[in-house]
Structure formats: structure tokens, C-alpha cells
């Protein structure tokens, strides 16, 4: 039985696209027999699309505009409400349309958001960042690469140019686990 406002839509004979909508989100399923190949979440309100890939356990949160500060946290938020329901250790984080953030709100990020997602998730985390030159080189020049490739024992980050590198780090890691 279908609760109102899901639909399906049959593409192939074992796989299924479920779609629904939580009030301003959008949440897209692709399921292949029980379990879900793909689990999408498009956080309007945030300028934010979350797309987790069973098949590599890997969670996607690509920005696809700047957000302000409020889109922003609240953006990241709900991404850790999602990293909970996966369970998956393994994020991409697509910055390239994000751009840089406020020192206020990479002051949060750093020291509160990522502690709170150690605190709640309680397991190594390994978290890809997908930027542009020019904010690869901000980071670099202030923040530091070894800062963020050393930020804690529970939380490791790369920064990575292309989605390529940054796919193929976190695999890695998941296989050197």
C-alpha cells in the first residue's frame, strides 16, 4: 500500500523509481528488489541535492547554487540526518557550486558541525571535498591541507580537484578499512 503523495514508476521488470515529497524536499528512491540501489534527496530550501549510492556506500551532497548562512547549516544538518538513516562512513562533498564560505560559517563547519557528526555518528568518517582551483588554493593558503588531512582520528578529509580523485580516495579507503 502506498501512503499519499508516493508514486512508482516501473522502468525495467526489478527496478523501481519511488518518488515522493516531505513538504519542501524532494525524496527520489531507486529500488532494485528490497533494498535501495539509490537513495536522492533534493533540499530546495538549501540549495542542496543528497544522493547516496549503495553500490559504492557513498553519500553525494553537491550544492548547486551558493546558500547563505542559513541554507547552509541548515543544509549540512539535514545531510547528517541522511548520514545517519544510510549509515554510510563515506561522503562527497561538491563544493564547486558552494564556493567559498564566510569565516563564520567555516568556523562552524569545522568546529561544530563535523564534532557534532563524530558525536552522533561515533565511527571513522571519511569525508572527500570536491573544490575549484581558486578555493583549493584559498584553502591551502588558510586553512592548510595538513589541518583538514589530520582534522581528527574519527574524521578524515581530502581536498581533490577532480570527482574522479576524490571517488577513487574514498574507495580506497573503504577498501584500506
Given at each position: 500500500?502506498?501512503?499519499?503523495?508516493?508514486?512508482?514508476?516501473?522502468?525495467?521488470?526489478?527496478?523501481?523509481y519511488?518518488?515522493?515529497?516531505?513538504g519542501?524536499?524532494r525524496?527520489?528512491?531507486?529500488?532494485?528488489?528490497?533494498?535501495?540501489a539509490?537513495?536522492?534527496?533534493?533540499?530546495?530550501?538549501?540549495?542542496?541535492?543528497?544522493?547516496?549510492?549503495?553500490?559504492?556506500?557513498?553519500?553525494?551532497?553537491?550544492?548547486?547554487?551558493?546558500?547563505?548562512?542559513?541554507?547552509?547549516r541548515q543544509?549540512y544538518l539535514?545531510?547528517?540526518?541522511m548520514?545517519?538513516?544510510v549509515?554510510?562512513?563515506?561522503?562527497?562533498?561538491?563544493?564547486?557550486?558552494r564556493?567559498?564560505?564566510?569565516?563564520?560559517?567555516?568556523?562552524?563547519?569545522?568546529?561544530?558541525?563535523f564534532?557534532?557528526m563524530?558525536?552522533?555518528?561515533?565511527?571513522?568518517?571519511?569525508?572527500?571535498?570536491?573544490?575549484?582551483?581558486t578555493?583549493?588554493?584559498?584553502?591551502?593558503?588558510?586553512?592548510?591541507?595538513e589541518?583538514?588531512?589530520?582534522?581528527?582520528?574519527?574524521?578524515?578529509m581530502?581536498?581533490?580537484?577532480?570527482?574522479q580523485?576524490?571517488?577513487?580516495w574514498?574507495?580506497k579507503?573503504?577498501?584500506?578499512?
Amino acid at each position: 500500500m502506498l501512503l499519499k503523495g508516493y508514486k512508482i514508476f516501473s522502468f525495467l521488470p526489478i527496478r523501481w523509481y519511488l518518488s515522493y515529497s516531505l513538504g519542501r524536499q524532494r525524496r527520489v528512491c531507486i529500488l532494485k528488489g528490497k533494498a535501495e540501489a539509490v537513495v536522492e534527496r533534493e533540499i530546495i530550501e538549501s540549495n542542496l541535492h543528497l544522493t547516496y549510492r549503495r553500490d559504492l556506500d557513498i553519500l553525494f551532497l553537491r550544492w548547486y547554487r551558493s546558500p547563505d548562512s542559513v541554507q547552509l547549516r541548515q543544509g549540512y544538518l539535514q545531510a547528517l540526518d541522511m548520514v545517519k538513516e544510510v549509515k554510510t562512513a563515506y561522503y562527497m562533498f561538491d563544493l564547486r557550486s558552494r564556493g567559498q564560505v564566510s569565516a563564520d560559517d567555516e568556523a562552524w563547519l569545522l568546529q561544530n558541525f563535523f564534532p557534532s557528526m563524530e558525536e552522533e555518528c561515533n565511527h571513522q568518517s571519511y569525508c572527500a571535498n570536491l573544490v575549484t582551483p581558486t578555493h583549493f588554493n584559498y584553502i591551502k593558503e588558510t586553512v592548510g591541507l595538513e589541518f583538514l588531512e589530520q582534522y581528527s582520528d574519527l574524521t578524515k578529509m581530502g581536498i581533490f580537484l577532480s570527482e574522479q580523485d576524490a571517488v577513487a580516495w574514498l574507495l580506497k579507503s573503504r577498501a584500506d578499512r
